[in-house]
């Protein structure tokens, strides 16, 4: 098992990022063109003994809140990350669920999701950075046909609240 960026395990890595974070979140409607800034904060909080952790958080798109849950954790029996997306705005009323694999200072994993008129299933790609002063959640939409752009990104620092 290569863990040799994640200190140990990626099980060890995720108790190094728990605790409150505040920052900005981004996103982009179409490639290249930034739709909304706004604020985010919250917490990672690790489950069952530090084998998960999740991510819940609060921000707004267009000063409407949102909310959301990032859980992921790492299946030792598969060697991936598996992680899964809940939220009030991307997800409407379904779990996005991710594999991915170990990354240079975190992970990235990959899921799809329903096209809402009928197309062809988009996929989406989150990447964790995390460096220990800084921790940086990067969302990617993947077209049917493999395009990429990116959608989301939260680029947050430790809070003491």
Known sequence: MPFSNLIDTPHHFFARMAGNWRGTS???MEPDKLAD??????????????????FLYQSSIEGEAKHGMFTFGYNTTLEQFETSWVDSFHTNTG???CVGREKENGFAATGSYPDPTG?????WR???DFNGDQLTITAY??????EEAKATEAILTRSKE
């Open 141 to 146: 939409n993947i077209t049917p046909e493999g």
């Open 95 to 97: 779990i996005m669920f």
């Open 26 to 28: 981004s996103l982009w």
């Open 126 to 128: 989150t990447e964790v």
């Open 37 to 54: 800034e706004a604020s985010i904060v919250g917490t990672i909080q690790l489950l069952l003994e530090g084998r998960y952790a999740l």
């Open 119 to 123: 197309g062809p299933d988009w996929s």
